[in-house]
């Protein structure tokens, strides 16, 4: 196994999503598995919502072809349970697609899914903070880990409001991760059988939804549904925690979280959100980030090209703090390398603080020119997202 089999994974699974998404939009239209438009979405005309099994479809054909899942090294079979975890994860999304479940019976199909790679092994038992050193989390590894596969599988279906964002997001963060992840683990670029395969996987992810995302690219033809975010969020948490967290290095701790800001920094706004108005957490709404650019004029294009130069700046960060050679690992820096760093830095720090400006500031200013309300109204408003977009 070896970056070759990372690039072949991600065009096999690529063409694959591109072809069983036609396919997949006409079994949702003759199961009546449809997305009908809606006060809290952004979409205008019925749209078939199984996308995930296009992707699904393209991350088993890829990972039966380029992943090691066959034999009893402890590798394999965590390779092994996380493929079967993903396809449980993105049938329970379908299921809900087609039914519509409720709350709970979603989040024990998703707890369940994560159980299955996290008892292989794929957990997050040791690591390293700074000022703190290493944190053993014993027997609280499982469910914390649990926790966490399932915090992100929300938070990718969180993000999937908008035509394209989600495959987006999950293109980007699953392609840069693969990137972090094969150059972590030298027993992939060597071939080797103790491989972790987690690179590999990413670039499959990768590959899968950005096959799927020339059918979700607004105005899009099929959506991923549950079924695709559960796969999605499930693959992406498995792969940074195999593939980064557990090299227990104290930059590989930042990779995941930086990679995956966009999608997380959108879940934590909307649950806190949620809270603060005595809502359910998992109760729909239009706090979303995509929604809240939508509420200020912004087309569902501009929109979604908004949040991915944002994402792609933080993936550039997260790429630079890999391979920039800006330290010894001594405590000794170098100069030149530490400026390009820093570069890098400033470009995440001024796409994030733009993107508050945008939300936070201009919003004000567009609105109150159109119809001349107070601080107060326009920010009631804004926040209950109750009101007409800003033409």
């Not at 957990?123 to 926790?147: Q, R």
């Not at 995941?256 to 706004?269: C, K, N, S």
């Not at 603080?353 to 119809?371: A, D, G, N, S, W």
Request: glycine residues 10%.
């Amino acid at each position: 196994m070896s970056h070759i089999d990372a690039l072949w994974g991600f065009l096999v699974a690529g063409v694959v999503a591109f072809a069983l998404a036609p396919l997949a939009a006409r079994l949702a239209r003759s199961i009546g598995a449809i997305d009908m438009p809606r006060e809290r979405g952004l979409s205008d005309e019925p749209t078939p919502r199984l996308g995930g099994i296009a992707i699904l479809g393209g991350v088993l054909v890829a990972g039966l072809l380029f992943l090691p899942l066959f034999g009893h090294l402890p590798a394999q079979e965590q390779t092994r349970a996380i493929m079967l975890g993903a396809l449980v994860a993105a049938l329970v999304g379908t299921v809900d697609d087609i039914w519509d479940l409720n709350a709970g019976l979603k989040l024990i199909g998703q707890t369940g899914a994560a159980l299955i790679p996290v008892l292989a092994g794929v957990k997050v038992a040791t690591f390293t903070l700074p000022f703190v050193g290493h944190v053993d989390l014993a027997d609280s590894a499982v469910p914390i880990t649990v926790i966490g596969i399932v915090a992100v599988m929300n938070v990718v279906n969180f993000t999937d409001g908008v035509d394209g964002l989600a495959a987006g997001v999950c293109t980007i963060a699953a392609a840069t991760l693969a990137v972090i992840a094969l150059s972590l683990d030298q027993s992939c670029l060597d071939g080797q059988a103790t491989c972790t395969s987690a690179g590999v996987l990413s670039a499959i992810t990768a590959g899968a939804a950005f096959g799927f995302l020339y059918h979700n690219f607004h105005p899009a033809s099929i959506f991923m549904g549950d079924g695709g975010s559960n796969l999605l969020g499930l693959l992406l948490a498995c792969v940074a925690i195999q593939g980064t967290i557990k090299t227990a290095a104290i930059v590989a701790l930042f990779f995941p979280l930086t990679v995956l800001a966009v999608p997380i920094l959108d879940g934590a706004f909307v649950v806190m959100k949620r809270i603060k108005y005595g809502r359910r957490i998992y109760e729909a709404d239009r706090w979303h980030l995509h929604h809240r650019l939508a509420n200020i004029g912004f087309s569902q294009r501009r929109s979604v090209l908004y949040l991915y130069a944002w994402t792609l700046a933080l993936a550039a960060l997260a790429l630079a703090l890999r391979f920039v050679p800006y330290s010894d690992h001594h405590g000794h820096f170098h100069a030149g390398w530490t400026i390009v760093l820093a570069a890098f830095g400033v470009l995440a720090l001024g796409a994030s603080l733009y993107l508050v400006y945008v939300l936070e500031i201009l919003k004000f200013t567009r609105f109150r020119r159109r119809v001349g309300a107070t601080d107060e109204e326009i920010e009631h408003e804004m926040e209950t997202g109750e009101w007409e977009a800003v033409k």
